[in-house]
């Protein structure tokens, strides 16, 4: 299973690098903290979960998603972001999950968990 995780923070991201290979050590993690170059490697690789923030200087989650979902529709996707102004208009993006920082080990092996039976 590939994830991939972006978020421009590189604290946020370490943390949800952390909290991932806790949670599931068999996974295949790829993180960026460039949105533009995530976007490019969601349109050359295959990508089952995409944790990713939703507001981005240059791509943002919505339009990572939205590229994602297009190549592969069943692929799974969190939002991991501060606030809760997002999560209405995440639903609609057929967002799969929409966790708030900062992660947490259980919460985000949760996700994972979902993906599996998703």
């Known amino acids: 299973m590939v994830v991939l995780a972006v978020d421009e923070d590189i604290e946020c991201l370490n943390n949800l690098k952390r909290c991932i290979k806790e ?3 068999s996974v295949e ?8 170059l995530a976007l490019k490697y969601i349109k050359e690789h295959t990508v089952d979960i995409l944790f990713t923030e939703v507001r981005m200087s240059s791509v943002t989650g919505f339009e990572l998603t939205k590229c994602l979902k297009e ?6 996707v969190v939002f ?6 997002h999560a209405i208009h995440a639903w609609a993006a057929h967002v799969n999950g929409y966790l708030l920082k900062p992660v ?3 919460r985000v092996r949760a996700e994972l968990e979902c993906m599996q039976v998703y």
């Not at 993690?29 to 533009?36: A, E, H, K």
């Not at 991991?80 to 102004?85: G, I, K, Q, S």
């Open 29 to 36: 993690l790829v993180t960026f903290t460039d949105s533009v």
């Open 71 to 76: 190549k592969m529709p069943n692929a799974y």
């Open 80 to 85: 991991v972001t501060r606030t809760e102004e």
């Open 23 to 25: 949670s599931d050590n």
């Open 104 to 106: 947490d080990l259980q």
